[in-house]
């Protein structure tokens, strides 16, 4: 049994939190810990402490167990969940963090709302958002049931603006939420490939700063897909009068391709893949995804994740499955009891994300376990370790989740869902595994984005209100120092290079093994992302990162080898085609690299924004 931690009262004040590093957190974290997530008093003033801000987490998620038995012993649970979060091998998404045991209460980080032809539909969908967003919460909208640019509307006999006017709309009203001051307010807008206005909309971005509150993504299906390769035309379709027109297919993904090879968006959504892992299709199809890309959910439905920190999950050079397992049966737990701890925005999203329960459990930390085992990130051996520890995680939150069904009774769609007709008896969450981008929580851990490469071996990383520097490696000064090359000059070096593929003075063999975001080949990042999916209920946060030199070309190849290898979204960045990057490579902070409060989009720039 683990220890008792005692909490400190509420109450006590405390001297600033930088003086109160009881858990030997890096600055970086310390600085973001206490910019979005220690709790304040009324004058701004900090009055929590790291250790403290678990406690509260793991005393409110807890907690939970009681509902389902009285006799629980939550005290336990409340030490389990603590040194989970504490030893940083598991941490769960910012919203609860942040609202975990407070008056806010809202813990989900992802929310899809639906946007109906009508102005009384599309302001209800703007209402709700802000209520989200107030909170932490990132939202999903898909604009295309809205009429076209210049079609008539009816009650009034005039003409309609169309999606892209109304989504400036919404990314105004994030303006004035901004996530309830803590995080960045983040939306993704999704139109499918088949809606009329949809060359205004992959053009919307091309001016730096429009819509910047939006990471954009096109819908495309596998019948556009199959016109690409047939180099045929497709239909476009009036969503009010059902009119037909048509598009060369391959002209409009190469005008995708251009525009994300220019801003980085927009990114591509396969909802055909997608709709084929729905796990409860009776109950309707998926139609968006939050604003990281990796959770497709129905109208209304929200999610909240998690991800288990990789870097602690090895030992002696070999993955510690035993380990893993014990972290991901215990997050499976946090993750459900989140579920009924949390307050929702509306009855509607208590209802629909009660009804399936879905969790999303991750991994960070990835290129530092690789880094660890002794594989290069681009190579075969890796993505066999990629399948072997994916596997096992869904394997495993999978026998967690039955066995919470056990003692807590199946999610109530559960008869709706695949699951029965996969043999399945009982199975608490519809759904349980999910790669997010892990942006804020990955520099509470001190490891990687996600499943992304180091992005530099040194670099900077912009925050909520400006830049911060995040050091060398810890492991490659660790390796240089136990290889008698390390030096001062050295990693002054390296910091403005952000690569070591050029020092001759490095041994081959560690330049092999910390290859950069930059250094991979784009096909490598896809098939990385391609293999976690194999192994994952939802989807994967994942940046394809391409050098500044990268070609329009490289990216309509990327497009389609992602389609081929059945990812269920892509997004691509190229360094610098952003004035404003999250990261920065050296101590150039002109343009970094892709989306999110740290990296990744399906992930990067500004998906990033929303981390998980």
């Known amino acids: 049994m683990a ?4 909490h400190t009262s509420a109450k006590e004040e405390f001297s600033p939190v930088e003086q109160r590093n009881e858990l030997d957190l890096t600055e970086s974290a310390m600085k973001v810990l206490a910019e979005r997530y220690l709790r304040k008093d009324d004058q701004g003033k900090t009055v929590e402490t790291p250790k403290e801000m678990f406690m509260r987490v793991a005393q409110n998620i807890a907690a939970i167990d009681l509902l389902y038995d009285l006799n629980a012993d939550a005290t336990r649970t409340t030490n389990e969940f603590y040194q989970l979060m504490e030893s940083r091998d598991f941490l769960p998404n910012s919203p609860t963090l942040m609202n975990a045991g407070l008056p806010r209460g809202q813990l989900s980080a992802c929310f899809v709302l639906p946007v109906q032809d009508s102005m009384e539909e599309i302001f209800d969908a703007l209402k709700a958002m802000a209520l989200i967003q107030k909170t932490g919460g990132g939202t999903g909208f898909c604009f295309s049931k809205l009429r076209r640019k210049g079609d008539l509307v009816g009650s009034t006999m005039g003409r309609a603006s169309g999606p892209v006017s109304f989504m400036k709309v919404f990314d105004a009203g994030t303006d004035v939420v901004k996530g309830g001051g803590r995080r960045r307010g983040a939306n993704m807008g999704i139109l499918d490939v088949t809606h009329p206005d949809i060359l205004e909309f992959i053009t919307a971005k091309q001016r730096e700063g429009f819509l910047s509150n939006f990471d954009i993504s096109v ?3 596998d019948e556009f897909m199959d016109a690409v390769e047939k180099d045929e035309e497709y239909d476009l379709v009036n969503p009010r009068t059902g009119a037909v027109g048509k598009l060369r297919a391959r002209d409009v993904l190469s005008l995708m391709a251009m525009m994300a090879w220019k801003t980085g968006e927009p990114g591509i959504i396969f909802l055909d893949e997608i709709n084929r892992h729905n796990p409860t299709p009776e109950v309707g199809p998926m139609v968006g995804t939050n604003p990281c890309g990796e959770q497709p959910l129905l109208p209304y439905e929200s999610c ?6 990789l870097a602690k999950m090895v030992k002696n050079g070999c993955v510690e499955w035993g380990k893993l397992r014990r972290t991901v049966h215990s997050a499976i737990h946090f993750l459900d009891n989140v579920i009924d701890a949390n307050e929702y925005p509306s009855e509607k999203i208590e209802q629909i994300t009660k009804g399936n329960r879905k969790v999303g459990l991750g ?14 990130y681009d190579s075969e051996a890796a993505l066999e370790v990629a399948k072997d520890v994916m596997k096992h995680v869904s394997e495993e939150a999978r026998t967690a989740s039955v066995e919470l069904a056990r003692q807590r009774g199946s999610f109530p769609n559960f008869n709706s869902s695949i699951w029965k007709g996969k043999g399945y008896r009982e199975l608490r969450n519809a759904t349980v595994t999910t790669i997010a981008p892990t942006g804020s929580i990955s520099i509470i851990a001190g490891c990687s984005s ?3 490469p180091l992005f530099a071996v040194s670099f900077s990383r912009r925050i909520l209100n400006g830049m911060i520097p995040q050091g060398v490696n810890p492991l490659f000064v660790k390796m240089a120092e136990e290889g008698g090359f390390y030096s001062e000059d050295l990693v002054m070096r390296i910091a403005k290079a952000g690569t070591i593929q050029s020092f001759d003075q490095i041994p081959q063999g560690i330049r092999r093994l910390f290859v950069t975001a930059h250094d991979i080949l784009p096909e490598w990042h896809v ?5 976690f999916q194999r192994y994952c209920d939802n989807a994967v946060s994942k940046t394809v990162n391409l050098p500044s030199n990268a070609t329009v070309e490289d990216v309509i190849r990327i497009f389609r080898l992602a389609h081929r290898l059945k990812c269920k979204g892509i997004t691509i960045y190229r360094y610098g085609s952003r004035e404003k990057q999250v990261l920065t490579l050296g101590s150039e902070y002109s343009g970094s690299c892709p989306r999110e409060t740290a990296p990744s989009k399906f992930m990067f720039p500004m998906r990033c924004r929303c981390d998980d």
Request: hydrophobic share 45%.
């Open 219 to 221: 819908r495309v299906s």
């Open 450 to 452: 996600g499943i992304e």
């Open 527 to 531: 098939r990385m992302q391609a293999t």
């Open 363 to 376: 991994v960070m930390g990835w290129a530092e376990m690789l880094i660890q085992l002794g594989l290069p």
């Open 3 to 6: 220890t008792q931690i005692t």
């Open 304 to 309: 909240n994740l998690g991800s288990i920190n």
